[in-house]
C-alpha cells in the first residue's frame, strides 16, 4: 500500500513538474512573440521614454515662448495627459503616485493656463491649493526660475548669476564646463548665453501665475540652500554670486561678445542635427530660445533643424500627448537582444542578429567627445544612449552592446563583430577613474564641491562613479575573459564595488530604481568575475534580495529610497522589471534554486497579460535621484522575459551557473 502511495506521489510531482514547465515555456514564447512584434522595419526596437509632466510642459511654454502658432489639436491632447497624471493631493508627482512636487506642480499648471484651462476650473484650483499650501511657486528649482524670469513671472535677481565668460576660463580654474557632467554642461551652455542677453518670452496671450506665489513675485531673491549642500560651501558660493552680480554690468563687452562666440561655437559643433545638443529636450529647447534671443529667424538651419528635433520627441495618440526626454534605440536594442538570445531558437536569434547588425554602424569611431579632455590619449570606440550623440557616449550602454555581439559569437562560432568589440572594450578600459569605478559619460567627474553651488539646487551637476556602471564594465570585461587575477582594471573595479556594498547587503543604483537595480548589477559581476558564490559579499546581498521580497512574489521599489537619509529599504508594490532584476541577481549568485527564485518566477506568470506582456504604470528608473525619473515602456517587455527565459536554461543545465556577464 506504502509503494503505491508513494508511487503516486512520485507521479503527481512528476505531472506538476511537467505542467509548470509547459507554463514556463509559453509564458517564454509569448513573450517573445510579443517583443518582436515591436521590432521596427530596419531591425531595431526602440519604445516609448516617459518622465514626468515637466517635460511636456515645458514643450507648451516653449512654443508660446517662441510666439509659435497655437496648435489646437496638439494643446488639447497634452492637456489631456497633463490632468490625467495630476495627483490626489492637487499638485504633480515626478512619478507614478508620486508625493507632491513644487516645480513640476508650477510647470504644469502654467502650461495648462497657457492652454486655456480656466483657473476657476476644478483641477486647477485643486492645484493651486496644493501649490500655495506649502508655500507658493517661491519654492520652485532653480530650472523653474530660469524659465519663470524669461517670462517675467520672476525677476532675473531670482537665479544665480551664469556669466557666459565661463566658457573662456582655463582648466584649472575652480569651475569649468568640463567639470560638470555632460547633460549640465550641454543645459548650462545655451542658457549662460540667455542669463548674459535676458531675453523676454513672447507670451503672446499674456499669461501669468501671480496667483502662484505668496508674495510679489518680483521681490522674491534667490532661493534657498538645498538639502544635499554644505552650509560652507554654499555660503562661500553664495557670496561669489553676490559679487558677480554685482560686477556683471562692467564686464567688458568685448569679452562678453567672445564667450557668447565660444558658446555658439560649442553648441554648432555638437547640434547632431535633429538628434540635437546632446540629443536630450533641455539642451534642445534651450539651443532655440537661445538662437530666438541672439536674432536668428525660425528658419535659420540651427535653430529651424533643432526645432523639429524637439518635435520628433512627441508621442501623439489619440486622445492624449507628451513630450519625451530623449530617445533610447541603442539602449532598448541592446537589451533586447540580450532578452532575444536568452529566449533561444531561430524566431528569436536571428532577430537579435539583425538588432546586432544595426547597432553596429553606431559606434563612435572617429570623435574624440568630451570624455576625450581627461582622457585625451584614448581612442573612441563608445555607443551613445540615442540615435546620434557622437560627442557623448556612454559606458552603460557600450557595456551591454559588446555582450552581446560576443554572446552571438559564442553561439555562431563567427567573427563579424571582433574588432567593434575590440574598439569598446579598449574604449571602456581607458574611461576607468581613478577610484577603481566607471561613470556614465566622463571620467573622474569627482569636483563634489561644484554641488554646492547655488545653480545646483538639484545635486545632478556631477557624473560621478557609481556601482551599476562600474558593474555593467566589470560584467564585460570579465565576459571577455579578464580576471581579477590577470587585470589590474577588474582587481580595482571589484575592490571599489566591495568598498562601497551597504550594511544591508544591497548596492546604489544611479540609473534604475535603486538598491535592487544596483544589486543586480553588482551580482551579475561578480560572478561573471569569478567571485566566489560563497564570498560574504555575495551572501549578504543574496540574504537582502530574499529578505525584500514582497508577499505576491516579486520585488518593488519606489523612488522614495534615494532620500538623503536613506536608512534602509521600504517596501514599495511590484513591478514586473524590479521583479525581473532580483531574479537575475539571485540567479547570478547561484541561487537558481532557491524559493525566492521560484515564487518570483511565479509572479511573473501568473501576471503576464493575454498578449505575452505586463502592464507597468510604475517608474523603474532614474535621470536624477530625487529630482527626474523615468518610466521606460520597454522594461517591463523585455526584462520578465530575459528571468524567465535564464531561469528555464539553468534549469535544464547541470552547472546552473550564468556563464555571460548580464
Not at 496644493?130 to 508655500?135: D, Q, V, Y
Not at 580576471?483 to 571599489?496: E, L
Not at 566566489?532 to 529610497?561: C, F, Y
Amino acid at each position: 500500500m506504502h509503494s503505491v502511495d508513494k508511487s503516486a506521489g512520485i507521479e503527481a510531482r512528476q505531472a506538476a513538474g511537467q505542467a509548470a514547465g509547459q507554463a514556463l515555456e509559453a509564458s517564454i514564447a509569448s513573450a517573445t512573440r510579443a517583443l518582436l512584434g515591436y521590432r521596427q522595419p530596419d531591425g531595431h526596437w526602440v519604445f516609448e521614454l516617459e518622465a514626468d509632466c515637466t517635460i511636456p510642459a515645458e514643450y507648451v511654454l516653449l512654443r508660446h515662448y517662441l510666439g509659435e502658432p497655437v496648435d489646437t489639436l496638439l494643446e488639447a491632447k497634452i492637456a489631456n495627459y497633463l490632468r490625467r497624471v495630476q495627483g490626489a493631493h492637487g499638485g504633480w508627482p515626478l512619478v507614478h503616485d508620486g508625493d507632491f512636487d513644487m516645480s513640476a506642480s508650477v510647470k504644469a499648471y502654467f502650461a495648462l493656463k497657457m492652454i486655456g484651462d480656466a483657473p476657476d476650473a476644478p483641477h486647477m484650483v485643486r492645484a493651486r491649493e496644493a501649490i500655495r499650501s506649502r508655500g507658493g511657486a517661491v519654492h520652485s528649482n532653480v530650472f523653474t526660475r530660469f524659465m519663470l524670469a524669461m517670462f517675467g513671472v520672476m525677476t532675473w535677481r531670482s537665479v544665480p548669476v551664469l556669466p557666459v565668460e565661463i566658457m573662456l576660463l582655463p582648466m584649472w580654474s575652480p569651475f569649468h564646463i568640463n567639470k560638470i557632467s555632460y547633460w549640465a554642461r550641454t543645459t548650462i551652455v545655451p542658457l549662460m548665453v540667455l542669463a548674459a542677453l535676458k531675453p523676454r518670452a513672447k507670451n503672446v496671450s499674456g499669461v501669468g501665475i501671480d496667483e502662484l506665489f505668496l508674495q510679489a513675485p518680483h521681490s522674491i531673491g534667490m532661493t534657498a540652500k538645498a538639502p544635499h549642500q554644505s552650509w560652507g560651501w554654499f555660503l562661500l558660493f553664495r557670496g561669489l554670486d553676490s559679487v558677480l552680480r554685482a560686477i556683471e554690468p562692467w564686464f567688458p563687452r568685448k569679452s562678453r561678445a567672445r564667450a557668447i562666440e565660444a558658446a555658439v561655437a560649442f553648441i554648432e559643433e555638437r547640434l547632431n542635427g535633429e538628434d540635437g545638443l546632446g540629443a536630450i529636450y533641455p539642451p534642445m529647447a534651450n539651443t532655440v530660445m537661445m538662437y530666438e534671443v541672439l536674432g536668428k529667424g525660425a528658419e535659420y538651419p540651427p535653430r529651424a533643424i533643432t526645432r523639429r528635433g524637439l518635435d520628433k520627441l512627441l508621442v501623439i495618440g489619440e486622445h492624449e500627448a507628451y513630450c519625451q526626454p530623449c530617445v533610447s534605440p541603442v539602449w532598448d536594442t541592446s537589451l533586447t537582444c540580450h532578452a532575444l538570445l536568452e529566449a533561444g531558437g531561430e524566431e528569436a536569434l536571428a532577430p537579435a542578429k539583425q538588432g546586432l547588425d544595426w547597432l553596429k554602424p553606431k559606434q563612435v569611431l572617429d570623435v574624440k567627445g568630451d570624455w576625450a579632455v581627461k582622457r585625451p590619449e584614448v581612442r573612441p570606440g563608445g555607443w551613445a544612449f540615442q540615435y546620434n550623440n557622437d560627442y557623448y557616449p556612454d559606458l552603460d550602454d557600450t557595456a551591454v552592446v559588446v555582450m552581446a555581439m560576443d554572446r552571438v559569437q559564442r553561439a555562431d562560432q563567427s567573427h563579424e563583430y571582433d574588432a567593434a568589440i575590440a574598439r569598446g572594450r579598449e574604449w571602456i578600459e581607458g574611461m576607468q577613474s581613478r577610484d577603481g569605478g566607471w561613470a556614465a559619460f566622463d571620467v573622474n567627474n569627482l569636483e563634489y564641491y561644484l554641488n554646492n553651488i547655488p545653480f545646483s539646487d538639484h545635486g545632478a551637476l556631477l557624473d560621478p562613479p557609481t556601482e551599476d556602471v562600474t558593474a555593467r564594465c566589470i560584467s564585460m570585461l570579465a565576459q571577455l575573459g579578464e580576471t581579477v587575477q590577470g587585470s589590474k582594471t577588474v582587481a580595482d573595479g571589484i575592490a571599489y564595488l566591495r568598498r562601497t556594498q551597504l550594511a544591508e547587503g544591497s548596492w546604489y543604483g544611479r540609473w534604475g530604481l535603486n538598491y535592487i537595480y544596483g544589486t543586480w548589477s553588482v551580482l551579475c559581476a561578480l560572478n561573471a568575475a569569478g567571485v566566489d558564490h560563497q564570498d560574504p559579499m555575495m551572501r549578504k546581498a543574496v540574504d537582502w534580495l530574499v529578505s525584500i521580497q514582497n508577499e505576491d512574489g516579486g520585488w518593488g521599489e519606489d523612488a522614495t529610497s534615494y532620500k538623503l537619509d536613506y536608512r534602509g529599504f521600504e517596501g514599495a508594490p511590484t513591478t514586473a522589471s524590479q521583479t525581473a532584476w532580483a531574479l537575475l541577481g539571485l540567479m547570478a549568485a547561484g541561487e537558481v534554486g532557491h524559493p525566492a527564485v521560484a515564487r518570483g518566477v511565479q509572479y511573473l506568470i501568473d501576471t503576464q497579460g493575454q498578449k505575452g506582456l505586463w502592464d507597468e504604470q510604475r517608474y523603474t528608473a532614474t535621470g536624477f535621484p530625487r529630482v527626474f525619473y523615468l518610466r521606460y515602456h520597454g522594461y517591463p517587455k523585455f526584462f520578465p522575459l530575459w528571468a524567465l527565459a535564464r531561469y528555464r536554461n539553468l534549469r535544464n543545465t547541470n552547472s546552473r551557473v550564468v556563464g555571460v556577464g548580464m
